[in-house]
């Protein structure tokens, strides 16, 4: 009933810049926080960055400085601008939102993009 569909991932070199964009649809009654995650292979999935409804952001400390999170409400869609590219940063990138259905409004679920890939390497 919900999809949540991520762009913007590839092949950059060190110091480069991407930008990842998920836009959710279906039947969506709110979305509450929308967020990244990255997930590199043999390890688990951390959180990179989050955006609440309001505007408020939050930041895992390899990232600070770097990335930048931001939302569109009207559009259903998270963007998160990624400069000064590391090969550390190289990894799958998930979008999460936390969404409210039409046909549930009391309830929030935890929805998940199908993953984007960035590899940053020369």
């Known amino acids: 009933q919900v999809q949540l569909v991520e762009s913007g991932g590839g092949l950059v070199q060190p110091g480069g810049s991407l930008r990842l964009s998920c836009a959710a649809s279906?039947?969506?009654?709110?979305?509450?926080?929308m967020g990244w995650y990255r997930q590199a292979p043999g390890k688990q999935r951390d959180l990179v960055a989050v955006?609440?409804?309001?505007?408020?952001?939050n930041y895992a400390d390899s990232v600070k400085d770097r990335f930048t999170i931001s939302r569109d409400n009207a559009k259903n869609t998270v963007y998160l601008q990624m400069n000064s590219l590391k090969p550390e940063d190289t990894a799958v990138y998930y979008c999460?939102?936390?969404?409210?259905?039409?046909?549930?409004?009391?309830?929030?679920?935890?929805?998940w993009g199908q993953g984007t890939q960035v590899t940053v390497s020369s």
């Open positions: 279906g039947s969506i009654f709110s979305i509450n926080d």
């Open positions: 955006v609440t409804s309001g505007g408020a952001t």
């Open positions: 999460n939102a936390r969404i409210r259905l039409i046909i549930s409004p009391w309830r929030f679920n935890d929805c």
